[in-house]
C-alpha cells in the first residue's frame, strides 16, 4: 500500500530536549515536504527535498532541521525545541513534477511545555 | 508572494443544505488548485484537482470551478450529509512544486 508514514504520531517534549519526527514513505517519490499546521495560521511549509541530498527552506523553516540522506526518509529535526513549536506537523511526498498529487502523512501532534 | 483565502472560516448548515466554499488567491500564475478535506486530528484527502487550463472538476456531489483570472475557486457541495462535517482547504500550486494553503472552512452539516 502507497503510504507516508510518521513516527511519533504524540509527542510531549520540555523545552530544549532535541528530538526527531521520522517520515518515510514508500513510493520511491523525489520530492518531500513538513508542513506545520496552527489554528489560524492554515498550513505552512517548514522545509522541502526536491531529491537526496537536496533541501530548502520552505516559509517557516526557523527552529528546524531537515536531511535527506535516503531518498525514503526526510526527518525533521528540532534541536532545541520551544513552546512556540507545538503543533501538528504532516509530512508529504510526490513524484517529482507532480507536486498536486502530493501525499501527506497521518501527522504528528507535537507538544513542548 | 502568493496568498490563499478561504470564506467563510465556518459554516454550519442543516442536513441536505447545498452550499458554496469560497477560495481566493493573490497570484493568478498557478499551475492548478486543489481542494482537501481534513477530519479532526487526521491528515488531509485531496477532494479536487482543476489544472489552470480546467474550469471546473466533479466528483459525485461535489463541484469546484475556477476562474484563474479573478483569482477564485469554490466547492460546490449538493445535498450535504452529517459525514461532510470536516474542515476544507483550498490549496495552489504556483511551481517550485510548493502547494500554498488557506486556512480552511470548517464545516459542520447539522442532522
Known amino acids: 500500500e502507497a503510504q507516508v508514514t510518521q513516527n511519533p504520531r504524540y509527542l510531549i517534549t520540555v523545552t530544549g530536549k532535541k528530538l526527531t519526527v521520522t517520515c518515510s514513505q514508500n513510493m520511491n517519490h523525489e520530492y518531500m515536504s513538513w508542513y506545520r499546521q496552527d489554528p489560524g495560521l492554515g498550513l505552512r511549509q517548514i522545509y522541502y527535498s526536491m531529491n537526496v541530498e537536496v533541501t530548502d527552506k520552505g516559509d517557516v523553516p526557523e527552529g528546524y532541521k531537515v536531511s535527506r540522506k535516503e531518498k525514503r526518509n526526510f526527518p525533521l529535526i528540532l534541536e532545541s525545541p520551544s513552546p512556540n513549536q507545538t503543533s501538528l506537523y504532516f509530512c508529504?511526498?510526490?513524484?517529482?513534477?507532480?507536486?498536486?498529487?502530493?501525499?501527506f502523512g497521518p501527522g504528528t501532534r507535537l507538544t513542548v511545555l | 508572494k502568493q496568498e490563499v483565502t478561504q470564506i467563510p472560516a465556518a459554516l454550519s448548515v442543516p442536513e441536505g443544505e447545498n452550499l458554496v466554499l469560497n477560495c481566493s488567491f493573490t497570484?493568478?500564475?498557478?499551475?492548478?488548485l486543489q481542494w482537501f478535506r481534513q477530519d479532526p486530528g487526521k491528515g488531509l484527502t485531496s477532494l479536487l484537482l482543476?489544472?489552470?487550463?480546467?474550469r471546473e472538476q466533479t466528483s459525485g456531489r461535489l463541484n469546484a470551478s475556477l476562474d484563474k483570472s479573478s483569482g477564485r475557486s469554490t466547492l460546490y457541495i449538493a445535498a450535504s450529509q452529517p459525514g461532510d462535517s470536516a474542515t476544507y482547504l483550498c490549496a495552489v500550486e504556483g511551481g517550485s512544486e510548493k502547494l500554498v494553503f488557506g486556512k480552511g472552512t470548517k464545516l459542520t452539516v447539522n442532522p
Open positions: 497570484d493568478s500564475a498557478i499551475y492548478n
Open positions: 508529504a511526498s510526490s513524484p517529482w513534477g507532480q507536486a498536486w498529487t502530493q501525499y
Open positions: 482543476i489544472q489552470s487550463s480546467q
